[in-house]
């Protein structure tokens, strides 16, 4: 029996890229639907889940995408609503990679620090979904995460999110210009930069100041860097004494990790892979140094 994935996209065009890395971890079929609205999930679902019988419902799943993350998490919640036992399908949202890249940037730095209780972690521009989503789970390990934004209405509205929907504490702090860094810094275990392409949020004599930092972590992959001095191919090299990870340090953990999430929704029909989901598959994948 044939693997099929429904990719359901909340943007007019069904992403390619999703695709692909869905017929490399071994979908059979895709039937991609772009444009996808709330009141469209149902019927859609109930296409899958009434076609064959439960015994083989394990070769169905769902892929919730598109570029905004607030609407593929309705849509993942209508998905849900839409089933009920014994007739389910696997779900997997992953909205603009927002998951696979913030689980991986965690995992990267669960493997190289360990135990994160009581580390500080301060992430830029955490208002944003992968920004938000990695917050959530280094503060469900322990962590002393401060995320920053622009705005502080936003940073309050992202900080309220982060508390309710991953049931942790987290901070927030308003950061208009570098020249707040130093404060911000202070005392920081851990750097993680998940702001806009192509803006330098943090110049090398900032980060290498903080005599305590560990680990910097920069996803911004378009030339200005986020982090000056961490380059995009970095994957854990030392750099003034510091653990460093560039974008693409980190993206190749996250294609891999796309891929292996996509091949476990057809192991059964009743997983859901968000974030903490998803942050399992990830550290199955390797042991954590210690």
Avoid at 40 to 51: K, M
Avoid at 120 to 130: E, S
Avoid at 142 to 148: E, L, M, S, Y
């Amino acid at each position: 029996m044939r693997k099929l994935l429904l990719q359901l996209d909340s943007s007019r065009l069904p992403s390619v890229f999703d695709q692909v890395v869905a017929y490399d971890a071994g979908a059979d079929v895709i039937m991609s639907y772009g444009g996808v609205a709330e009141s469209d999930v149902r019927d859609l679902i109930h296409g899958c889940i009434f076609t064959r019988g439960p015994k083989d419902l394990h070769n169905t799943a769902v892929w919730i995408g598109g570029n905004n993350m607030s609407a593929g998490e309705q849509l993942l919640a209508m998905a849900q609503d839409a089933m009920f036992d014994p007739l389910k399908v696997s779900l997997m949202l992953d909205s603009n990679g927002s998951n696979t890249t913030a689980v991986a940037a965690v995992v990267k730095i669960e493997e190289t620090l360990g135990d994160l209780s009581g580390k500080k972690v301060v992430i830029l521009a955490g208002t944003g979904p992968v920004g938000q989503r990695a917050a959530g789970l280094l503060a469900r390990d322990g962590a002393r995460v401060t995320i920053t934004s622009r705005k502080p209405e936003q940073g309050e509205k992202a900080r309220q999110f982060i508390s309710a929907r991953f049931n942790v504490q987290v901070e927030a702090t308003t950061l208009t210009d570098s020249s707040r860094l130093p404060g911000v810094l202070e005392g920081a275990d851990v750097l993680l930069n998940s702001g806009p392409a192509g803006v330098q949020m943090v110049p090398e004599s900032a980060w290498t100041a903080v005599k305590t930092l560990k680990v910097a972590v920069d996803l911004n992959a378009a030339p200005p860097l986020g982090i000056e001095g961490v380059e995009v191919n970095d994957a854990g090299e030392k750099r003034n004494g510091v653990t460093v990870y560039g974008a693409f340090g980190v993206g190749t953990l996250k294609t891999k990790l796309h891929k292996a999430c996509v091949a476990r929704l057809f192991t059964r029909n009743d997983l859901v892979l968000d974030a903490e989901a998803i942050a399992e598959v990830a550290r199955e994948m390797g042991p954590r140094k210690k």
